[in-house]
């Protein structure tokens, strides 16, 4: 008696390649952004959340906050090594380029004085694309009452974002999403207000 073995064709073994091709091409890129928005959204969380606690152990140290001046021009970094950094930590430094790394990858950049100290936090430090709702970030140091009360809604609040006292005032979500198309520097409060969490609607992919 003779028995035939159950074998694949070459043509069901290179249509089964195929489909299976399609749907990693479908499914990969997917899975790559969900782990990057959650990446980007844990080291957000976390930078905020340190940046705060730095504030509230350095005026144990030196006082209040609101008793500090704002830099002037060119200073900001200045300030915040002296002022900041040694209460939050960092992996290293570029003085040339005035830019602090933390060990996370991350880093702070563009130290500049206008009403507030405005900074950017790029989540994946030097890499691409390096553009402001993508994978950077604005945040405030506001030293004024005057301009705490306007930018966060509370002058006792020293560190923030654009726009989040103006939420209370009839700016709607949706207000933040067309805010943050047209003025990336919002980007950062539709996130805060979103809890830290790139939803579906957020008008950027990376």
């Known amino acids: 008696m003779t028995f035939k073995k159950a074998a694949f ?5 290179l249509i089964t390649m195929t489909i299976v ?4 091409a479908l499914t990969i890129p997917t899975l790559h952004y969900q782990r990057i928005k959650k990446e980007y959204t844990a080291k957000l969380k976390n930078f905020y959340s340190k940046i705060n606690n730095a504030i509230l152990d350095m005026e144990l140290d030196k006082g209040s906050f609101r008793d500090m001046k704002l830099p002037t ?6 300030w915040y090594i002296e002022n900041i950094d040694p209460y939050l930590g960092h992996a290293y430094v570029n003085d040339d380029k005035k830019e602090v790394y933390y060990k996370d990858g991350s880093k702070l950049t563009t130290f500049y004085t206008g009403g507030c100290l405005d900074v950017i936090y790029d989540v994946n430090g030097d890499k691409s694309p390096n553009q402001e709702g993508y994978d950077r970030y604005r945040f405030l140091f506001c030293f004024d009452d005057s301009n705490r009360q306007s930018w966060f809604g509370n002058k006792d609040i020293f560190f923030g974002t654009y726009g989040s006292g103006l939420s209370g005032a009839g700016v709607s979500r949706e207000t933040m999403i067309t805010k943050c198309q047209t003025d990336r520097s919002w980007c950062t409060r539709l996130l805060q207000n979103d809890q830290w969490e790139f939803k579906g609607d957020y008008p950027f992919k990376f």
């Open 9 to 13: 064709t070459l043509s069901e073994v």
């Open 21 to 24: 091709g399609a749907v990693a």
């Open 73 to 78: 021009q060119g200073k900001g970094y200045d």
